[in-house]
């Protein structure tokens, strides 16, 4: 009796050690932090799964905004690429319509096109945002509430 006990507990040692590993995992689950209303009007939350990573040389970010939530316009010193994991936004260049992109869609908007993009009127969003690591954001000019009111508008009866 005593032998398989220490059995036990030696086995169950070696099972514990083989999981431990020298990987760093983390989730983009997580819904992150509320982010500081600075440059944006509602609520959004920002999980930073990859930052800073000079090896890799890119950003991703995870963003989830509430529904009637905006960004500012702004644009990056690389290209930039949002992947629409959940929910509905509205995406915007400089000079370009706005459109809607629902789960699934992937656009990419080239360097130094200043732009903008927000959760829709009723419904939330969740975006994966990848883009080049060193500078920061450059944040261009403020949407308004009426702006993004006449953004939603217009998108609802098209």
Not at 132 to 140: E, F
């Amino acid at each position: 009796m005593k032998k398989s006990i220490f059995l036990l507990l030696g086995l169950a040692s070696v099972s514990v050690f083989s999981q431990n590993s020298k990987y760093n995992v983390s989730s983009y689950l997580t819904e992150g932090t509320k982010a500081p209303n600075t440059h944006y009007i509602g609520e959004a939350w920002l999980n930073a799964i990859i930052h800073d990573d000079k090896e890799l040389g890119y950003n991703i970010t995870k963003a989830t905004f509430k529904a009637n939530s905006t960004l500012d316009w702004h644009k990056h010193n690389s290209a930039q690429v949002l992947i629409i994991v959940d929910g509905e936004a509205y995406y915007q260049e400089r000079g370009n319509e706005p459109v809607i992109l629902k789960e699934g869609d992937v656009i990419k908007c080239e360097k130094e096109i200043e732009h903008w993009h927000s959760s829709t009127k009723l419904n939330d969003v969740t975006y994966l945002a990848l883009y080049g690591g060193g500078q920061p954001t450059i944040w261009t000019e403020v949407v308004t509430q009426e702006y993004y009111d006449e953004v939603a508008e217009k998108l609802k009866s098209n």
